[in-house]
């Protein structure tokens, strides 16, 4: 496998594995202003930059005296330049105090040194990388100094020949110095025409790590750069782009590099892996949209499958269109009415391979609706978890008459109609629609249970706190207002289980913001203030885990006293849930070891493992056993 060239920043590596590195090129866009300057980083840090980056300069070792004397004896654009630098420049103390601005905002500082002197300077600030200025990537007495340092170095290539490119990065390497090249065009800004990103393929061919400093109008182009493979976007910033000066044209205001950074992150989560996965809701279209093998007429058991005995509908819960040729001529071991779906078990002639549950000394169990109640308990499951829609908290239930010796679980509805149930919301009337509907759901289990007699049952809650299209600022009034709602339920000696939930869930087919119940400290806070056990989601806490860049063990250990049920499944990304037992990231040696801590209850929760017979639940509980541990 090709290694993936990378360069580390104060611990940051960069790289096309990794986030995008974004430098807001604040440059001399202060206009001699340290105020301005402060400024410009509380702007850039606001917007989610990684880095801000100043330019010094000390004109009198930059220029000849007699330059600096009579600019008229040079070309009359360095007239025009001159007094503009002069202006702009800052004193070394006033980078200091940039630099102390930088490190209580969380913003890494940058600057680039124009010359020795400014060289030297910047070093008693102890910067962690240093940016080389197109105009002096041909410098190699400068890029000799600044690789001396053992620092790694950003250089951009405008104004240079390739071969001038070729030569600097020759140069560099030999020095064995760590550095990134940045595809730029130095004009101010620069015409979308002369841009040339494909020349970006061009420095990958070097081996390093290539970026895009932006000089154009607008924030389309970065976008297309990270397409291209950009792993380092620098982008111009500042306060007013009507201001006096050469870059405030070129440059973004803070509006724009707030959206330029949002929509950054947005494209690279968007820009994914060389490899096909299914997002969420993709796993639910599935089985919403896609077709399934049925019976075209009424078949006994004993009967040959032929192709005029096929027909293909709606929705896809049964063998997939595409294994008719392994469906026809089999001999059917069942009766099949008129549209009954094919499963999987009249491919192997009904024999069903028996599950081994020996290893297992925790209760477990399966989730099921109530129109496969039936076939799921056929597994002998010590519980049942009935996930309810809106509608089954009314659906008619004919007890047994021997009660089922399983547990009951019920998960409370997450929406009615097309209105999630919401007991944070901060709209009354969507609040008291919840509030009633988990009353109901309450009520509907008390009169199930007698025909469950394995123990108390359980109501597992989604307790609220989404948003559809920003996430919500104030979490802590939902905090509040979802305990209110606690208070105001009558749980009639049920265990009531909040769970929680992912960051980037799929509701009524659209991703939301999880806003609250998706850390850890907020499952610890809500479960004390309501004395609630809690439900853990392993895929929702290890995408959690995933969205913040945090350990999934740590926030096991933290909301471990509370944890009561489980939901097992694995998970990729942020909003890959619901996966099979090690087709994600869960690292199950670690967290299983660490939940074997506790007792409880658990279902595997993969998506669409009702299906086929609970085919997909029947993997799980075969691996999860492997473990030895559940």
């Known amino acids: 496998?090709?290694?993936?060239?990378?360069?580390?920043?104060?611990?940051?590596?960069?790289?096309?594995?990794?986030?995008c590195f974004v430098i807001a090129e604040a440059g001399v866009n202060h206009n001699g202003s340290l105020d301005m300057a402060l400024q410009l980083v509380d702007v850039a840090a606001d917007a989610g930059a990684d880095a801000v980056k100043f330019?010094?300069?000390?004109?009198?070792?930059?220029?000849?005296?007699?330059?600096?004397?009579?600019?008229?004896?040079?070309?009359?654009?360095?007239?025009?330049?001159?007094?503009i630098l002069k202006q702009s420049e800052l004193e070394i103390d006033a980078f200091a105090e940039i630099k102390k601005r930088c490190q209580e905002r969380g913003i890494m500082f940058l600057c680039t040194p124009w010359d020795a002197r400014s060289f030297e300077q910047l070093e008693e600030l102890d910067?962690?990388?240093?940016?080389?200025?197109?105009?002096?990537?041909?410098?190699?007495?400068?890029l000799e100094t600044l690789a001396a340092t053992g620092k790694p170095l950003i250089l951009s290539t405008g104004m240079a020949t390739q071969h001038e490119i070729e030569v600097s990065v020759d140069h560099l390497k030999k020095l064995g110095t760590d550095f990134a090249l940045l595809h730029c065009v130095s004009t101010y800004p620069a015409p979308?025409?002369?841009?040339?990103?494909?020349?970006?393929?061009?420095?990958?061919?070097?081996?390093?790590?290539?970026?895009?400093?932006?000089?154009?109008?607008?924030?389309?182009?970065?976008?297309?750069?990270?397409?291209?493979?950009?792993?380092?976007?620098?982008?111009?910033?500042?306060?007013?782009?009507?201001?006096?000066?050469?870059?405030?044209?070129?440059?973004?205001?803070?509006?724009?590099?707030?959206?330029l950074i949002r929509d950054i992150r947005h494209a690279e989560i968007a820009l994914g892996k060389p490899e096909k996965l299914l997002s969420a809701m993709e796993r639910l279209n599935r089985q919403l949209l896609r077709k399934s093998l049925v019976a075209a007429q009424d078949l006994a058991s004993g009967t040959v499958v032929t192709k005029d005995m096929v027909s293909v509908k709606g929705p896809g819960k049964g063998l997939s269109p595409q294994q008719i040729g392994d469906l026809l001529g089999t001999k059917?071991?069942?009766?099949?009415?008129?549209?009954?779906?094919?499963?999987?078990?009249?491919?192997?002639?009904?024999?069903?391979?028996?599950?081994?549950?020996?290893?297992?000394?925790?209760?477990w169990g399966f989730k099921a609706r109530f129109h496969d109640l039936a076939e799921i308990l056929e597994n002998?499951?010590?519980?049942?978890?009935?996930?309810?829609?809106?509608?089954?908290?009314?659906?008619?239930?004919?007890?047994?008459?021997?009660?089922?010796?399983?547990?009951?679980?019920?998960?409370?509805?997450?929406?009615?109609?097309?209105?999630?149930?919401?007991?944070?919301?901060?709209?009354?009337?969507?609040?008291?629609?919840?509030?009633?509907?988990?009353?109901?759901?309450?009520?509907?289990?008390v009169a199930l249970a007698p025909s469950f007699t394995g123990g108390t049952p359980g109501v597992v809650i989604h307790v609220g706190g989404m948003s559809m299209d920003e996430p919500v600022q104030n979490r802590d009034l939902?905090?509040?207002r979802a305990i209110d709602s606690l208070s105001r339920i009558d749980p009639k000696g049920l265990d009531l289980l909040p769970e929680n939930l992912p960051p980037r869930p799929w509701y009524l087919g659209g991703q939301w913001f999880q806003n609250l119940f998706i850390r850890p400290e907020e499952m610890v806070e809500f479960c004390a203030a309501t004395r609630l056990g809690m439900t853990l989601d392993i895929s929702h806490a290890q995408l959690y885990?995933?969205?913040?860049?945090?350990?999934?063990?740590?926030f096991v250990e933290l909301c471990l006293p509370q944890v009561k049920h489980l939901h097992l499944a694995d998970a990729q990304g942020v909003d890959g849930e619901g996966l099979q037992i090690g087709d994600g990231v869960v690292d199950w040696d670690t967290i299983l070891q660490k939940l074997s801590e506790k007792d409880f209850t658990w279902v595997p929760e993969i998506w669409s493992g009702h299906q086929n017979e609970a085919a997909g639940f029947l993997e799980a509980i075969e691996r999860l056993a492997a473990f030895d541990v559940l």
């Open 545 to 554: 885990c995933n969205y913040s860049e945090s350990s999934l063990l740590s």
């Open 380 to 445: 002998k499951p010590p519980l049942v978890e009935l996930h309810f829609s809106d509608d089954d908290v009314d659906h008619p239930f004919e007890a047994p008459k021997v009660p089922h010796p399983q547990r009951l679980f019920v998960h409370a509805p997450e929406f009615s109609g097309s209105r999630l149930l919401d007991l944070c919301s901060e709209k009354d009337e969507v609040r008291e629609i919840a509030i009633d509907f988990l009353q109901r759901t309450i009520d509907k289990t």
């Open 332 to 363: 059917l071991s069942r009766t099949v009415k008129k549209e009954d779906f094919f499963t999987l078990n009249d491919l192997t002639g009904g024999k069903k391979t028996a599950l081994d549950t020996s290893m297992l000394v925790r209760p």
């Open 192 to 259: 979308f025409e002369s841009l040339n990103l494909r020349f970006m393929a061009t420095l990958r061919d070097f081996g390093v790590p290539v970026g895009y400093s932006s000089h154009e109008r607008g924030i389309a182009i970065p976008l297309l750069a990270l397409g291209l493979g950009a792993c380092i976007i620098e982008k111009h910033l500042t306060l007013d782009r009507t201001l006096p000066g050469p870059d405030h044209p070129a440059s973004l205001e803070p509006s724009g590099l707030s959206k």
């Open 1 to 19: 496998m090709t290694k993936i060239p990378s360069i580390s920043i104060a611990g940051r590596r960069v790289s096309e594995e990794d986030p």
């Open 478 to 480: 939902l905090m509040r």
């Open 55 to 83: 330019q010094k300069r000390d004109i009198s070792s930059l220029y000849p005296t007699e330059l600096l004397d009579d600019p008229n004896k040079a070309e009359w654009a360095f007239q025009y330049l001159l007094p």
């Open 127 to 142: 910067i962690p990388a240093f940016k080389v200025s197109s105009a002096d990537l041909i410098n190699l007495p400068l």
